[in-house]
């Protein structure tokens, strides 16, 4: 069986695009999102970060067809997610924010299935798919546990491993680690960067280090797209962060306060590391 | 309030091929006017240990006591908004046409006269910064919001103890740093709040004490600088940084909170007479 995803692999294709989309609730008087638009290029990894309300659950819905722009158009893998949402849930898979409402099956190995018994593929290979996505984010062993019997944070590894059974050629993660200890967490995004340059990733997060290296960042708030930048550009324009209630992690928010460069002591040891060097350096000098 | 856990294990689905161990022996206490932070990895036992605080779960063994007193032979309706317990996502529990429907559930449910229940509605509403959400129906909100108009349901009980599991998951980080002032402000006021995260830099900032759970195990209960400080692999970012440097500079301490680290730090740089 053919990876439904790698039809939409030919060379520099747009895997995601969105023109000029405007969306607003019934009854709202303000739009979740207004002219927004970007492409993705297939391969391309890029974060979206915001505040809470500032669009970026509706950016999601939009693009796998839950939700249909009131004006402006989405294209997934050429696709329109509004007229032919089954066309594109084979390119595009999403990972929901809350795990709770995703796992419908009996046993684990059940619900990783389920997406790809939903798609026909033959039962010897679904079973290779399923263990396989259930080892890749460390859950081996849980095969017959119970959903209910889960936390929080193996839930969400559960709904991760659904997403990853099926090989959609763009993921779209919505908060995939808000439920996740740092061990999971890291493990979690190991796996993601495993994938980068093999798929397409969107991948929306409060948290801004797990984009330091991304292609790049969106922010979304207020409905309107108001930046497309770098890792890099983004984390050291603090008018833009403050301006989009994004905050730096404690990390780098320390080398700032300490008149360190921020974006260069991404782990505790580099920022003991350069404290002591600073230190030292200071002594020699008096 | 002061609550207590004696010896409690917990087994689910027992007697059956599913049967999971959640919890065993655990024994801890929670004091009036005290923020305790309960971490801990994925499945080791936060939620479950947390729902029985008020008897939401009850102990395969051990006791559950509300100021000495066994938990078990108090009115569950009555223990239940002594000890308010907010779920993981909360939100997913809103379903009335209004926000100010919504949190004035639970108290109407209490018995009391509208005027009552309109007050404490109000004030729950503006403790959680979101007085001008009354009108709103519950579903048009953002996941912050959503979330505020939760935890406000169950503050409009004026719950003596009050329970958050997770609550700043899937939230912004200014969102986060309010609801984390929040839970300052509440201690203030003499409730308890127990609160259950993962993320250890967000229960650095606020908790008084830190119980550790492993396995459904206790392994480390006490102030957040005494837990923390024993296994600085499992501590927040402010302590990791902290104990690599313990070693060559032990002048600056066992700092936990970021303002107090970032102090620690500078008198470090202080040190060099710049």
Known sequence: MQNPGEGTHSGGSLAVSCQKVSFSYPGSTRPALSDVSFELQTGEYVGVVGPNGGGKSTLVRLLNGLLKPDSGRVLISGHDPATEPFEVRKHLGVLFQNPENGLVAPFVEDDVAFGLENLGVPREEMLGRVAGAIRAVGLAGYERREPDTLSGGEKQRVALAGLLAVEPGILVLDEPTSMLDATGRREVLEHLRALRSKKTVLHVTHHLEELTSADRILVLNGGELTADKTPERLLSDAELLRENRLMLPVLPRLALELGLPPAKLRTPEELAAALLAAAESGTRAR | ?274
Not at chain 2, 85 to 97: G, S
Not at chain 2, 112 to 122: D, N, Q, S
Not at chain 2, 149 to 169: F, N, R
């Open chain 2, 1 to 274: 309030m002061k609550l207590e856990l004696r010896n409690v294990s917990h087994v689910y689905a027992p007697g059956t091929p599913f049967e999971v161990e959640a919890l065993r022996g655990v024994s801890l206490v929670v004091e009036q006017g005290e923020v305790l932070g309960i971490v801990g990895g994925t499945g080791s036992g936060k939620s479950t240990l947390v729902q029985h605080m008020n008897l939401l779960l009850t102990p395969t063994s051990g006791d559950v006591l509300v100021d000495g007193v066994d938990a078990r032979t108090l009115q569950k309706s009555d223990l239940r908004h002594r000890v308010g317990l907010v779920f993981q996502f909360p939100e997913a529990a809103l379903f009335a046409p209004t926000v100010e429907e919504d949190v004035a559930f639970a108290p109407r449910q209490l018995g009391l006269g509208e005027g009552e229940v309109r007050e404490r509605v109000r004030e729950s509403l503006r403790a959680v910064g979101a007085g001008e959400l009354a009108a709103r129906s519950p579903f048009a909100l953002s996941g912050g919001e959503k979330r505020r108009a939760a935890i406000a349901g169950v503050l409009a009980m004026k719950p003596e103890v009050l329970i958050l599991d997770e609550p700043t998951a899937g939230l912004d980080p200014a969102t986060r740093e309010e609801l984390l002032a929040l839970i300052v402000g509440l201690r203030q006021t003499g409730i308890s709040v127990v609160l259950v995260s993962h993320d250890l830099d967000e229960v650095a900032e606020v908790a008084d004490r830190v119980c550790a759970l492993q396995g459904g195990r206790v392994s480390a209960i006490g102030t957040a600088a005494e837990v923390f400080y024993t296994d600085p692999d499992q501590a927040p970012a402010t302590v990791q940084v902290a104990s690599l440097l313990r070693e060559s500079k032990p002048s600056i301490g066992t700092p936990v909170r970021f303002e107090e680290t970032l102090r620690a730090l500078r008198s470090l740089q202080g040190d060099q007479g710049d």
